[in-house]
């Protein structure tokens, strides 16, 4: 039995990595190759590209146009994504051997940070079936997204906290995995089922809106420096127009 | 066609109500649809033509390869909702499908049926579908209820921005015979006689002549109107509202008399008679190239030194931001100004050098707030420093006229509510559309009318003056309410003493 289950999660991690690499590589070459041909940031934009740098950083980390958008909803992703980034830095520890300083930093706060996630994602929910301008916009996919992270975060939370499972066993699977030896893993069904999740959100991500976060870089209202009067833009489909006689 | 309809009651600007849902509210607006002799001049199919689905969906392939911002755009929206309470147009409705995510996924669960492996797979899941005259005709109302103002685009973590997705549903519809009269018919005047409203070379040269006898009757100064002048020092591009209609009008006549106490030679041209650019509302590339091409013909053939922009808001987008790109490079002409520039740059410029006199007492009795323009705004810059599309109208106003109060902060600047005519939607079968989608502005200009005793409002753009002479008196004001912001600078400049 317990053979039987890591064979399946040794197979399901390595197809999960791939598909997530690759379908995310692809993404985000189609992004890079596809031209911008119009000069078209949401002014007043920096005009220059460490301001560029700047806006986007303060995109990425502080929301700084969802905070301008909707107070309460800012709350709310900010619990979940912090939560989440504070949760993923710590689970590097079962990737490698030695625990980085990183790690060792956010390790007081793991808990926290889980607790923060769930509450985020539990508010989420919560106002896509309450408010009804937001449920009239969910899809199903939407709600399904919010539950399979739930579901991620509540059975992470469970094992921290309720039904401990054999985490030296899991580290070891995984470092394992990275050197392409299978090492047992331990059939806790909590486990089991968070794997799982976890395996179906990197399946999904390169195919469905989480997206949003290599998305957000590329988006040209955002990314472009405001110069069009001093530096002539012109993507190569526009420049084969003027080859022509007009 | 359009049927009466009551004009909403205006709210508190402070309380910013959002409204509860109205669906299908707006369901049945919609602009006319090009008739063959609109479409066929600018290469478009005349109607429908069987088998237009397939095209329709080839051309959205094509497009999905040409602009990055429509490819990401539709892939990153995770429907989070921050834009749903920021469309004038839904605000003004209670008609979802005019929150911008909504308006949006009108054209994204065609993408995912057609471009995405989830769309194909489990269409229901993701909320996928057929392109079908169902699909057309809900396209042809609602991205006609858009216009393309890039509020969303502000508030939304990711800067998606629905002007680029309406433009890019019009340049599909267009291309399988499904165009929209207003737009298509006014570009083909620009092609065929030179500006938007079709004024052929002769009656603008007499209206031009007109012009400069009432000036001289008014202020006693020789103010020339000049056109087609060769060796002129400026072109100066306006819209061709400017020749005509008013407060328009009142803009032009301070134009010349800026140009005439600064002393710098200038002219118009009768073949870029219009600033406006509607290939930017069709979001068709070619035809906003080959309008912005006029203006590159004109400065060549005049042998002009700079060109000037007048007061227009989508026209000083096309202009500040793609002009270069369409038309350029502007190597011939005077590399020590910018390509082109805004008549208020150089008005300001004067102001703050001195270089000519204005006299606030030509504005006595006016209280004056602003209406920023959204594509000026949003989808350009005034001057050297990010902003100054919003502090140099204000400097412009402030040293014309005895007092200045802005709006509500939520309805200026970068905020700033559309007009409600913008985007290509400034035609009469629209107007309860364009009277609904003014009421965020509206409620704001009543507040500052009522605390601040705010006389007029000042607007920078033809299409915000056109529609706010209509929509203004539904709201109890007067029609002449809506200044240009150069009238105002021609009431208070002092003519006649360059020294």
């Known amino acids: ?246 | 066609m359009a049927a009466p309809f009551d004009t909403p009651v205006l709210g508190d600007v402070t309380e910013r109500g959002i409204p509860a849902l109205k669906a299908g509210a707006m369901a049945g607006s919609k602009p006319y649809v090009a008739a063959a002799a609109h479409q066929e001049p600018l290469g478009f199919p005349g109607v429908l033509e069987d088998g237009w689905e397939k095209k329709a969906i080839g051309h959205m392939g094509e497009l999905l390869g040409k602009y990055r911002s429509l490819q990401v755009f539709m892939d990153i929206c995770v429907k989070c909702g921050a834009c749903t309470d920021k469309c004038h147009f839904f605000l003004g409705t209670s008609d979802p499908k005019n929150m911008p995510v909504a308006r949006a996924d009108l054209f994204r669960s065609v993408y995912r049926r057609y471009f995405t492996a989830a769309g194909k797979l489990a269409p229901g899941l993701v909320g996928a579908r057929e392109m079908n005259k169902e699909t057309l005709d809900e396209w042809f109302n609602y991205f006609h209820q858009c216009s393309q103002c890039r509020r969303c685009s502000v508030f939304c973590p990711y800067g998606i921005d629905t002007a680029e997705i309406s433009m890019a549903a019009r340049d599909i519809m267009d291309a399988i015979g499904q165009g929209q009269k207003y737009c298509n018919e006014i570009i083909g005047k620009v092609h065929r006689i030179g500006n938007n409203l079709g004024l052929p070379p002769p009656a603008l040269l007499d209206t031009l002549e007109g012009l400069e006898e009432d000036m001289e009757a008014d202020t006693g100064v020789a103010v020339k109107m000049p056109i087609d002048v060769h060796g002129a020092e400026v072109l100066l591009v306006t819209p061709s509202a400017d020749f005509f209609a008013e407060p328009h009008v009142l803009g032009l006549i301070g134009y010349a008399k800026v140009f005439h106490a600064a002393g710098t030679s200038w002219t118009l041209s009768t073949k870029a008679s219009e600033a406006g650019n509607f290939g930017m509302f069709i979001g068709n590339y070619e035809q906003m190239r080959k309008i912005s091409l006029r203006i590159r013909e004109a400065a060549l053939e005049l042998g002009v030194k700079r060109i000037i922009f007048g007061e227009c808001g989508h026209a000083w987008r096309v202009a500040y931001s793609f002009l270069n790109t369409l038309a350029g490079p502007w190597d011939f002409l005077d590399p020590r100004y910018p390509v082109p520039q805004h008549i208020l740059e150089f008005t300001n410029d004067l102001i703050s050098r001195k270089g000519i006199k204005l006299d606030k007492s030509g504005n006595d009795g006016m209280v004056l707030t602003v209406h920023d323009s959204c594509n000026v705004a949003r989808g350009a810059r005034m001057g050297d420093k990010p902003g100054g599309q919003f502090t140099i109208p204000r400097d412009v106003i402030r040293a014309s006229v005895p007092k200045f109060v802005d709006m509500h902060p939520d309805t200026i600047c970068d905020k700033t509510f559309c007009c409600g005519g913008g985007g290509g939607l400034l035609t009469d079968e629209l107007i309860e559309l364009r009277v609904k989608g003014s009421v965020p502005r509206m409620e704001a200009l009543k507040a500052v009318v009522e605390q601040d005793g705010v006389t007029h409002m000042a607007a920078m753009c033809a299409i915000c003056k056109a529609q706010f002479t209509k929509i203004l008196p539904y709201f109890g004001h007067d029609r002449e309410m809506v200044v240009s912001v150069h009238q105002l600078v021609s009431n208070a400049i002092v003519l006649g003493d360059n020294d």
């Open chain 1, 1 to 246: 039995m317990g053979g039987v289950v890591t064979t399946f999660f040794a197979i399901l991690f390595t197809v999960a990595t791939l598909v997530l690499v690759v379908g995310l590589g692809l993404r985000i070459a189609r992004y890079a190759r596809t031209p911008a041909p119009l000069k078209i940031p949401t002014t007043p934009a920096p005009l220059t590209r460490p301001g560029v740098a700047f806006r986007l950083a303060r995109e990425a980390v502080g929301f700084e146009s969802l905070f301008r958008a909707n107070k309460p909803l800012w709350i709310f992703a900010a619990l979940f994504h912090f939560g989440l980034a504070v949760v993923l830095i710590r689970h590097a520890r079962y990737f490698e051997t030695e625990v980085g300083p990183l790690v060792a930093l956010v390790q007081p706060l793991a808990l926290y940070a889980g607790l923060a996630m769930v509450a985020g994602l539990t508010l989420l929910l919560a106002r896509r079936v309450m408010i009804e301008r937001i449920r009239y916009i969910t899809g199903r996919s939407d709600i399904l997204m919010l539950l399979l992270l739930l579901g991620i975060g509540t059975t992470g939370l469970a094992m921290n906290g309720l039904v401990h499972t054999d985490i030296v066993a899991v580290k070891a699977f995984f470092t394992g995995l990275l050197g392409l030896e299978i090492r047992p893993l331990p059939a806790d069904p909590l486990l089991v089922v968070h794997l799982l999740l976890v395996a179906a959100l990197m399946l999904v991500f390169p195919f469905s809106k989480l997206l949003h976060a290599p998305g957000l870089f590329f988006s040209p209202t955002r990314n472009q420096t405001d110069n069009p009067r001093e530096h002539r833009h012109l993507c190569d489909w526009a420049a084969k127009l003027e080859d022509r006689k007009s």
